[in-house]
């Protein structure tokens, strides 16, 4: 008989527990015990909901307080030396990887972070020396197990698996072959293997995605070594890959001696089906049958229908699952209140995909389930027909664009003179990613305005007097190019959301982007266009309070798709260029209001790489043309900013380059500039402010720092071409950090410009 169990889920909690416990923490509002009542209180809940879906195991070392990887480090005793003065315990220890402070302990530079594979999540990046030694501290783990044991459930740990964590980690200082650790972090998952077993744990789903990716022989060969060695453990290891299908790597896969496969039937199709005949006798496939990465409803017939004839081969040897771990989705629909029955009715959040798998085994072992199935193909049919979803008017538009469509018309060599007349910058120009702190203030005003409690003209008197505020704070900084703060936007994709049509968004949509930082994609589930103007007056209203430039501020179509929930009835590409187009005519009415340079935001163009990079061609063929049909509307004289962070740029530099913006600002300042790197071998066209603020920390970065920083990057690009700002927007900071934060960038560039 099938038997379900998932990946992993949303560790937030229904109602962001998490978020909130870990804000009150680090704040000084509540105690250590607190914060760990409620990560437990969560973890309950969790194994509960799995249980009741009638999973035989439940999941257990899924929850994190900030971030898996983070507890992976800990775990083996990978935390670097900056960390390691004695002014904090382990408990803090990790916090101040994670944001350079904790309630106790002093301020230090944080950990990198970065995405995890092509999603928007972010992770802390192990930072390995050659010298590397891996040391156990498997109390979290051991506890987790202990506590769900002691609730009555059975459980299957999961564990990063030691390749993978290699593949995420970086080289401190100078560069090595991280395969080169590979022995001793055999050693230690080894030891860790037995320290389980001891414990009675039989499965433990150990997380290898990275066999999705084009592996160089040497990580292929040091997937064989580190499971030839693991071989010997008593566990059951259940392999675990997501993300996509296994490809070249599929053979390899499946010589490795373990007791279980999962693939993902979502992203990797029918790979399955080569796996079945290679399976061995005594061997368990968990098939990813509900994405993890989606919101819409399974089709559960057509599910039934590929996987009658598995189970009738695995019998109990066929294991059901969510194609990925569940934390990319929201926690449950029933605590939705924003959407209209009829897109309510096409989705799944978490708790519903556990439904839907459960819906899946009864099938299988013969339940009758007859009345759910005939409700989800109903639900199915309703959205492929539905008038709401498909607008001829919008996709004739795109079947108009031409190349020309994404063209400036002028070099950038050819515009940049124009800009600087009319612009009037100084050297090493100042200014920042485009939000400002969101104060309690500013949080209410919105909320009591969508109560009905302000009137509009109310409403936006408030958001004026926020947006003169924001401009006399710059000023007073001494910015040179100035933003409106962004009071009136909740977030930087939902925003949007709310005004496209073909969007919706929802009320308690949340997932986990990093720590306490929670956002709700909004969900595109038809055609998209713009109807009316969506920040026209409020950039209109800042500018004319300033004899300085005020940045339009926009976030790109990329992005808009990347943070989304996207449909799954065309290609992305598509549906991208919609956006595209509908960003357009936003670009070109801020033109017209006499906006001089205008931000398209796209920081998840890396992020929505392929997998596999001999698919990056393809992608970043769209993906550069969708920004530019954006943004090419515009005369030479209007300067075109866009803004990447935690962005690896090797290998797509050229591309970056492509896109053809005038002024593009980066992450740099955790990674020390670093990821500069890719900027030395080929030369970029136009301007780059590297960030030299991290904004992710709550520290206030000093001058020296700043400068030191900024020095490092004229090393890599001409002085004339770099602009000074933050990593990233500031509406997660208080103004506390933030202006003294931007006062001593100021002088910084202030110190540059004499000594030009």
Not at 340 to 345: E, H, M, P, T, V
């Amino acid at each position: 008989m099938a038997t379900t169990h998932t990946l992993g889920f949303p560790r937030i909690g229904a109602q962001r527990e998490l978020k909130f416990a870990l804000e009150a923490y680090w704040n000084g509002n509540s105690t250590r015990e607190q914060l760990l009542q409620i990560g437990s209180r969560i973890r309950q809940q969790n194994w509960s909901q799995q249980q009741q879906a009638g999973q035989a195991r439940v999941t257990v070392n899924d929850f994190s307080l900030y971030d898996q990887v983070l507890d992976h480090s800990c775990l083996l005793g990978v935390i670097p030396a900056r960390f390691q003065d004695g002014s904090s315990d382990a408990f803090d220890t990790a916090f101040r990887m994670a944001r350079g402070r904790a309630p106790s302990g002093t301020a230090v530079r944080a950990c990198e972070m970065t995405k995890w594979f092509d999603t928007n999540y972010h992770y802390l990046v192990p930072e390995l020396e050659a010298q590397q030694r891996f040391t156990l501290s498997p109390d979290k783990l051991l506890a987790e197990i202990a506590e769900a044991r002691a609730g009555g459930f059975d459980v299957k740990p999961v564990l990063i698996g030691p390749v993978t964590y290699l593949w995420l980690a970086k080289s401190a200082g100078e560069s090595f072959d991280r395969l080169q650790l590979l022995p001793a972090l055999l050693q230690a998952y080894g030891e860790l293997f037995d320290v389980l077993a001891k414990q009675g744990v039989e499965w433990l789903q150990i997380d290898e995605p990275v066999l999705i990716q084009e592996l160089e022989p040497n990580w292929q060969q040091a997937l064989q070594q580190a499971y030839q060695v693991l071989s010997g453990t008593p566990l059951r290891l259940l392999l675990t890959t997501y993300f996509g299908n296994l490809g070249d790597n599929l053979n390899l896969a499946l010589s490795l001696p373990v007791q279980g496969f999962h693939l993902d039937a979502v992203r990797g199709g029918l790979e399955y089906r080569r796996v079945l005949a290679e399976l061995g006798d005594d061997q368990v496939l968990s098939l990813g049958v509900v994405d993890g990465r989606n919101i819409w409803k399974t089709d559960l017939s057509a599910r039934l229908n590929e996987l009658k004839s598995v189970s009738e081969q695995l019998g109990d040897r066929l294991w059901l699952a969510s194609s990925c771990s569940l934390q990319h989705v929201p926690v449950d629909l029933a605590q939705e209140t924003a959407f209209d029955a009829q897109l309510s009715n096409w989705m799944a959040y978490a708790v519903q995909k556990l439904e839907e798998l459960q819906l899946l085994e009864a099938s299988l072992n013969g339940g009758n389930v007859a009345a759910a199935l005939a409700d989800n193909a109903l639900a199915l049919a309703g959205r492929r027909s539905s008038e709401r979803v498909h607008r001829e008017s919008v996709k004739q538009r795109c079947q108009r664009l031409s190349l020309k469509d994404g063209e400036r018309g002028l070099e950038y060599a050819q515009r940049a003179p124009r800009q600087r007349e009319r612009l009037q910058l100084p050297a090493f120009p100042t200014t920042t990613i485009g939000s400002f702190p969101q104060t309690s203030k500013i949080r209410q005003t919105r909320a009591s305005y969508r109560r009905g409690e302000l009137t509009e003209s109310l409403y936006v008197a408030q958001m004026q007097a926020e947006i003169a505020d924001c401009i006399v704070r710059q000023e007073t900084c001494g910015l040179d190019m100035l933003v409106h703060g962004e009071a009136e936007r909740n977030d930087m994709v939902e925003y949007f959301g709310e005004l496209l049509q073909g969007y919706a968004v929802s009320q308690n949509g949340w997932v986990q982007s990093y720590g306490s930082r929670c956002v709700k994609p909004p969900v595109i589930y038809g055609d998209v266009y713009r109807d009316a103007a969506m920040t026209v007056q409020w950039s209109r209203y800042a500018q004319s309070l300033t004899a300085k430039p005020v940045k339009g501020m926009l976030t790109g179509p990329v992005t808009m798709l990347q943070w989304a929930f996207v449909r799954d009835d065309q290609p992305r590409q598509q549906t991208c260029l919609q956006v595209a187009l509908a960003l357009r005519d936003e670009v070109c009415e801020l033109e017209s209001a006499g906006i001089a340079a205008i931000q398209i935001d796209e920081p998840a163009i890396r992020e929505g790489l392929p997998l596999k990079r001999s698919e990056w061609d393809h992608y970043l063929d769209w993906a550069v043309y969708a920004f530019r049909v954006s943004a090419c509307g515009v005369a030479p004289e209007t300067q075109i900013h866009t803004h990447m962070c935690y962005s690896e740029f090797n290998g797509i530099i050229e591309a970056i380059a492509a896109m053809d913006a005038d002024v593009i600002t980066i992450e740099t300042s955790r990674s020390n500039m670093t990821l500069l790197d890719a900027f030395i071998d080929f030369e970029y066209p136009s301007e780059i402010g590297p960030g030299v603020y991290d904004i992710h920390s709550p520290n206030v970065p000093e001058v020296a720092q700043m400068e030191a920083l900024m020095k490092k990057a004229a090393e890599r690009i001409p002085a004339e071409r770099l602009w000074v700002n933050p990593d990233c927007g500031l509406k997660t900071r208080g103004w506390e950090e933030v202006g003294p934060s931007l006062e001593n960038m100021v002088a910084a560039a202030k110190r540059l410009r004499a000594g030009l």
